[in-house]
């Protein structure tokens, strides 16, 4: 039998981003991803644009209404999906866990602007027995995944250091790659500001910065988002190089002996690629709640871990600005 699906958001993630795109090729909204993924049906959405829920209604034949409260009224979900703005996680995970007590919540990521506010949620979950999981959609890809058992097998040898580019934010977008950092690498032992950068909006900003894992460190460095995107992650491990380019693309160039110059080793000339779905992101990602729905192992971000990585972003976005002396090992 499917889980049923409460779908709260209708704007990119949750609808928006491939409705005009062809289906048998992309997979960028939860929307489409429940429509498609055996394992699920949509039991309604929820958004207070009415263009926004007649498109939904239209597109897959599922009602739509205003509020959470009105949608949980009408129907027992297995399942919710907060797609909402980040302001209003917290205020639709209250709204929910007032009218239903689903078996698991799937909230976009940041889980919350501020610290509390994603302890909250954390909290609130946990009092409601509520399995609570974060959407960093790259954990769910195959490639990325793949790379982790590497690492974890030793095939990916440390020590490593690694270069992250990220743009439109630390918060917005930095986090993502700080949770796929933690996901290869481990949690994160020290941290170290480099250069400030600059305020993105009132609530996030552009900083710089060092961390520290077991195995190695990373070096975050920020992009301006407005002269284009830019999402790109080099690893430098002991025996070879990774890379993870802006849509996810993943190649591997193992390190051998120099053909000509003894004792000398370089990188391979052709790398190998590690083959990628993020065209099909969220069907991967809906793949990963149905095995944590089954008690199967699965590679979603817990609630918790997600607030822990807004608690590191905050002490990061805090000093900021002492670049001289600023650092922390955890």
């Known amino acids: 039998m499917a889980y049923s699906v409460a779908l709260i958001g209708l704007g990119g993630i949750g609808m928006g981003y491939d409705l005009k795109l062809p289906a048998q090729d992309h997979v960028l909204s939860h929307a489409r991803a429940l429509a498609l993924h055996p394992d699920f049906e949509i039991a309604g959405a929820v958004d207070p644009a009415p263009e926004l829920r007649e498109t939904f209604s239209h597109a897959y034949g599922a009602m739509a209404c205003a509020s959470a409260a009105e949608l949980l009224q009408h129907a027992k979900v297995d399942v919710c999906i907060v797609a909402s703005p980040t302001t209003t996680h917290l205020a639709v995970i209250e709204e929910i866990l007032h009218h239903a007590t689903p078996q698991l919540i799937l ?8 610290e509390g506010e994603a302890q909250r949620i954390v909290d609130l979950c946990r009092a409601h027995g509520v399995a609570l999981f974060v959407n960093y959609v790259r954990r769910a890809d195959p490639g990325v995944m793949e790379v982790r058992e590497r690492i974890v097998r030793g095939d990916i040898a440390a020590p490593f250091k690694a270069v992250v580019w990220y743009s439109k934010g630390l918060l917005h977008n930095g986090s993502h790659f700080l949770d796929l950092m933690t996901f ?3 949690p994160v032992a020290g941290w170290s500001i480099v250069a400030p950068g600059e305020r993105c909006g009132e609530q996030d900003a552009e900083p710089d910065f060092r ?7 990373a070096i975050f ?3 301006k988002e407005e002269n284009f995107s830019h999402y790109t992650v080099e690893v430098v491990a002991a025996n070879g190089r990774l890379r993870y380019e802006q849509a996810g693309t993943i190649q591997w160039q193992a390190a051998g002996p120099h053909p000509t110059l003894e004792n000398y080793r370089r990188l391979e000339a052709q790398g190998a690629a590690i083959a990628d779905d993020m065209n099909r992101y969220q069907y991967r990602v809906a793949d990963q709640v149905s095995r944590a729905l089954q008690g199967k192992p699965h590679s979603l971000c817990e609630g918790a871990a997600g607030a822990a990585n807004i608690r590191l972003l905050h002490a990061l976005l805090n000093a900021r600005t002492n670049t001289s002396h600023t650092s922390h090992q955890e």
């Open 107 to 114: 909230c976009e990521k940041p889980l919350a602007y501020g």
């Open 184 to 186: 290869w690498f481990g």
């Open 211 to 217: 961390l520290e894992f077991s195995g190695g460190s």
């Open 221 to 223: 460095c920020a992009a």
